[in-house]
C-alpha cells in the first residue's frame, strides 16, 4: 500500500494543495496502521498490544482522515464531475458506494477502539487484519476519483 501512496503523491504532487494534504494524512494513518498490525520492522521479536493512547491516536487518524475525504476533497470532486460530461459523474456513483462503505467500516472500529477495554483489545489483530484491505480498496477507489478529477480539470482549461 505504501508504494502505490507514493505513486499517487509523485502523480499528483503539487495540483491541489488539500490533495496534497490528504495524501500525506493518508501515509501517516498508513504508517500507523502497519505499526499496530505488525507490519513494521521492529527491534523485539515479541508484540504486545497497543496502550489506549496509540489505539485511541490510530482511531483519531482513521476518523480524521476518512471525514476530510468527505468533507473536503469529495465535495471538490463532486463539483468537478457535476460540470463535466456524464461519463465521468457516472465514475462518480460507481466508486462512492464503495468509499462510504469503508467510511462506515472505519467509523465502527472507531467506535469499538477508541476506548477499548482488554477483551476488546483481544479482537484488535482480527479487527485490524479486516481494516486492511477495506482501506486498501478506499485508497484505490480514491485514487481513481482523483485521477479523473484531473482529467476533467484537464478538458475544462
Not at 14 to 34: F, P, S
Not at 68 to 75: D, M, S, T
Not at 85 to 105: M, V
Amino acid at each position: 500500500m505504501l508504494t502505490e501512496l507514493e505513486q499517487t503523491k509523485r502523480a499528483l504532487a503539487g495540483k491541489h494543495r488539500a490533495i496534497d494534504d490528504w495524501l500525506d494524512a493518508r501515509q501517516a494513518l498508513l504508517v500507523e496502521y502497519m505499526r499496530l498490525a505488525g507490519l513494521m520492522p521492529t527491534k523485539s521479536k515479541q508484540r504486545s498490544l497497543p496502550g489506549h493512547v496509540e489505539l485511541q491516536r490510530f482511531c483519531e487518524q482513521l476518523v480524521d482522515y476518512v471525514s476530510a475525504g468527505h468533507f473536503e476533497i469529495y465535495n471538490h470532486v463532486v463539483t468537478a464531475f457535476e460540470q463535466a460530461s456524464g461519463d465521468k459523474l457516472e465514475l462518480a456513483k460507481r466508486i462512492y458506494p464503495h468509499i462510504r462503505a469503508c467510511t462506515e467500516f472505519a467509523l465502527e472500529f472507531n467506535d469499538k477502539y477508541s476506548n477499548a477495554d482488554e477483551a476488546q483489545l483481544l479482537q484488535l489483530d482480527e479487527d485490524l487484519n479486516q481494516l486492511g484491505p477495506v482501506l486498501e480498496d478506499r485508497f484505490k477507489q480514491e485514487d481513481r476519483l482523483v485521477k479523473a478529477l484531473q482529467v476533467v480539470e484537464s478538458l475544462s482549461r
